[in-house]
């Protein structure tokens, strides 16, 4: 009997090394979860038989060390969660290996091919859609025509008063400019993405009061404002920043005939600018000393080209293209599970559901129990080597132990032959 019970002894500790070998090779790999080896008693009736490995429990719930990348496409998780992918038989497999690229075929691919899922967006809309497969749209984005701009900036209550003089403008004779105390041009898109210059001639009128007269590529066009100003406090009163916002409609652009080439040399056949073009002048004040400008931009875009992705914190997934515009096209989800220590290892540092582990509730990154992201940092593997090695020890030292009862027994039974 004490033959059997210290073989069984062996067989157990083969097993566990089996466990430990795996952590030790896998000490490494990005977002692997170490295995302990759990020995259990064999009983046959009410006698003691020898042991075995009852069970093995993965640390799913321990992080492992995180490390930066600095590449945006990686992403580790702070917290619960596993990243949802969808494999070529259409399994749904989980992973904390943050790793994603953009596939040939236009969809966010993790480092094992797996389309990763998550919920779309449809720019400019920031209602997601449902959950699926994340689509990129990898081809050229359409232009968007201008129709918002935004001035903040101090006008300076120790300008000089002047008179703007429109009478005489063209593209080629720009406004004297003893008429204007200051000029800022903004870049503005038509309809087919080309670039136009709004330039804004502000004038002080009376003390508190600055005219605002606008020109398009050179060419007067009408929406000229004043803009109104409390003197004792330097803030704006009209338009009302409080009531109005502070926006001043220029009116309709595309109204404007553009086919004289001579005047409009930048638009091209059919293009038009946005109607009831508006700007917004919140945050202007009328203080002494330099005019200065804090803001000065517009809508719109010209068309571009995809040219790669970006991960955002809260799981966005962010397109960039050649115009410089940035489109969040989709937000990865992340799975947890009532008990994600039963979920079944596969290859590929992922795992699959199982009954016991129940099924997977999917959420964006931070929602719920949902764990957040961070950007360009992958995490590692949890296993630590001085307690695997420790293990190592042990196991040998009950290695040795058995044998010894093996051979002791051995010697016994030769004995006793011996002696009969």
């Known amino acids: 009997m004490s033959f059997d019970i210290a073989l069984s002894g062996i067989q157990a500790i083969n097993d566990s090394l089996d466990v430990t070998s795996h952590n030790i090779a896998n000490a490494g790999t990005y977002g692997y979860k170490s295995s302990r080896a759990n020995f259990s008693t064999l009983v046959a009736g009410n006698q003691q038989t020898g042991v075995k490995v009852g069970s093995i429990t993965q640390s799913i719930g321990l992080a492992g060390g995180i490390l930066n990348t600095g590449n945006t496409k990686d992403a580790s998780i702070n917290g619960r969660g596993f990243f949802v ?3 070529s038989d259409n399994t749904l497999q989980y992973t904390r290996v ?3 690229n953009a596939s040939e075929d236009g969809y966010l691919t993790d480092a094992s091919g797996r389309k990763v899922q998550g919920r779309s967006l449809t720019p400019p809309s920031t209602t997601l859609g449902a959950e699926g497969d994340l689509k990129i749209p990898t081809g050229q984005i359409p232009a968007v025509v201008s129709q918002k701009a935004n001035y903040v900036g101090n006008l300076s209550s120790d300008w000089s008063i002047t008179t703007y003089d429109a009478s005489t403008v063209t593209p080629t004779t720009p406004p004297d400019p003893s008429t204007y105390n200051m000029a800022k041009t903004t870049t503005m898109y038509d309809t087919l993405g080309g670039k136009h210059s ?7 009128t009376a003390p508190g009061q600055v005219a605002v007269n606008y020109t398009l590529d050179g060419n007067p066009i009408p929406g000229n404002t004043t803009l109104e100003f409390d003197t004792n406090t330097g803030q704006m009163t009209v338009p009302d920043p409080l009531v109005a916002k502070g926006v001043v409609t220029l009116g309709d652009l595309s109204a404007i005939d553009t086919s004289d080439a ?3 040399p930048k638009f091209t056949s059919g293009a038009k600018m946005g109607n009831a073009v508006t700007i917004d002048y919140t945050g202007t004040s009328y203080f002494a000393g330099e005019a ?3 803001t000065n931009n517009a809508d719109g875009y010209a068309s571009g080209t995809y ?3 970006d991960l955002g914190s809260d ?7 050649s115009n410089g515009e940035k489109q969040s096209i989709g937000k990865i989800v992340l799975a947890t599970f009532a008990d994600e220590g039963a979920l079944t290892q596969i290859s590929d540092t992922s795992w699959v559901e199982s009954n016991s582990s129940g099924p997977a509730n999917t959420d964006v990154a931070g929602v719920g129990v949902n764990g957040s992201l961070s950007v360009a940092t992958l995490e590692q593997s949890n296993v630590d080597i ?3 090695l420790v293990g190592l020890m042990t196991s040998q030292r009950n290695y040795q132990a058995n044998s010894k009862v093996i051979q002791t027994e051995s010697t016994m039974l030769q004995s006793l032959m011996q002696a009969i």
């Open 292 to 294: 200065t400008t804090a």
């Open 85 to 87: 992918t969808r494999a």
């Open 198 to 204: 709004l330039t804004q001639y502000f004038s002080s």
């Open 386 to 388: 001085t307690s695997e």
């Open 98 to 100: 943050g790793i994603f």
């Open 307 to 309: 040219q790669g992705i």
């Open 262 to 264: 001579t005047l409009w």
């Open 315 to 321: 799981g966005s997934v962010i397109a960039k293209y």
